[in-house]
């Protein structure tokens, strides 16, 4: 079967660095996603790695290790708009661009 | 561009009546996809169609069925809606050819049945 493990929930205060971490269990692996999601709204696409390494978008960076089918999120500077679920997802071979997501972490920004 | 868009944005449901969920998008994507959300949990795959013309099954396909109608348009109908089924639905597509990544959601369908 396919497993992600996510923490459920993480705060950190405005300007700190935060790291979300992400655990994949899966055949046929593909590459890494990472979504955002504000309370109410659709997820949206923050980053992907199919190669191992550091990708880096603005404050926002992704890891992915696939010897240890692991990866990470780490958002910098961190601002009150940030508090949200954020999602990791795994794509794999010859499925149609399929993603099967994780539970989400819940980032609570404080002041 | 629109996007992905879905309609209805509510729809509230007595248990037994069916209903037609719609989605389409303007982006010329191949792949289409429709995912449940339950409160505090992830993204669940229901269906999803790698292209126009296929169609398989995800992760919780019990209880649904889809229909790709043209290269825009993905459907999800409930046959016969169950409280179990009261849910946020969102559609996504991703385009074109072997190295797309990025799947486009739409702003979501609450369902309520009851």
């Known amino acids: 079967g396919q497993s992600l493990e996510q923490p459920s929930e993480v705060t950190a205060v405005e300007g700190a660095i935060v790291q979300i971490n992400c655990t994949y269990q899966?055949?046929?692996?593909?590459?890494l996603s990472w979504y955002q999601q504000h309370d109410g709204g659709a997820p949206t696409f923050l980053s992907y790695?199919?190669?191992?390494g550091l990708e880096e978008t603005g404050r926002f960076s992704s890891f992915l290790s696939r010897s240890d089918s692991y990866g990470y999120l780490l958002l910098q500077e961190l601002q009150m708009k940030d508090s949200a679920s954020y999602f990791c997802a795994v794509r794999n071979y010859n499925q149609g661009g399929k993603l099967i997501f994780g539970q989400g972490t819940e980032l609570s920004v404080k002041p | 561009n629109a996007g992905v868009t879905q309609t209805p944005k509510f729809q509230v449901l007595k248990t037994g009546q069916s209903m037609t969920l719609q989605c389409a998008q303007d982006m010329n994507h191949n792949s289409m996809y429709w995912y449940r959300q339950d409160p505090g949990m992830g993204l669940r795959l229901i269906y999803y169609s790698a292209s126009e013309g296929t169609t398989d099954k995800g992760e919780v396909p019990n209880g649904y069925n889809v229909s790709r109608l043209n290269k825009r348009e993905f459907s999800l109908r409930l046959e016969s809606a169950a409280p179990s089924q009261t849910s946020v639905y969102f559609c996504?597509?991703?385009?074109?050819?072997?190295?797309?990544?990025?799947?486009?959601f739409g702003p979501g369908t609450r369902l309520t049945v009851t």
């Open positions: 790695n199919a190669l191992d």
């Open positions: 996504a597509s991703t385009g074109g050819q072997g190295g797309s990544y990025e799947q486009y």
């Open positions: 899966t055949s046929g692996f593909y590459g």
